[in-house]
């Protein structure tokens, strides 16, 4: 399997990546943000999916999935740190993550039961995670759409 990113050690400062693409993007980004946080979680992940007003939120297949991933890659800020928080009892969060970006779908077939799956450093070891199995701290200027991410892959399944 070819690599397509360059790991960060994990004692990168990540607020010089975030400083330059904020000022790279303009407003528009922010202000786009501050949008979203007037609506409702499930009117965010409509508005996302594409889905129309009042209607309940689809279930979680391949082709929304994509959509989403398409919207998390414009949208995110790479790299971030993150919590991993394996499926198993009792959820226990390691802080060892950081996030360089998204997995190319060519390489990485996007299902249901991953979901969108990260270019992440774990221990100075690239691997790639599911995005469904990452947290942020709520400081975190990506926190938001992780969430909602979370919420729709794990509920509507």
């Not at 060519?106 to 947290?135: F, Y």
């Not at 969430?147 to 794990?154: E, G, N, P, R, T």
Request: charged fraction near 30%.
């Amino acid at each position: 399997m070819v690599s397509l990113f360059t790991p960060y050690p994990a004692a990168v400062d990540l607020s010089r990546f975030r400083r330059e693409r904020e000022e790279t993007e303009g407003s528009s980004n922010r202000s786009a943000n501050s949008r979203c946080q007037l609506q409702s979680r499930e009117d965010r992940i409509r508005l996302i999916l594409r889905w129309r007003p009042g209607q309940r939120l689809p279930q979680v297949d391949r082709d929304l999935l994509t959509v989403y991933r398409d919207y998390l890659a414009w949208r995110l800020l790479f790299p971030f740190r993150a919590n991993r928080c394996d499926e198993i009892e009792p959820l226990v969060f390691d802080r060892s993550v950081v996030v360089c970006g998204l997995a190319d779908p060519r390489w990485h077939a996007i299902d249901t039961i991953v979901g969108v799956v990260c270019q992440c450093i774990v221990r100075d070891k690239p691997v790639d995670l599911g995005l469904g199995l990452l947290k942020l701290d709520d400081a975190s200027f990506n926190q938001q759409l992780v969430d909602d991410y979370w919420h729709w892959f794990w509920n509507y399944r």
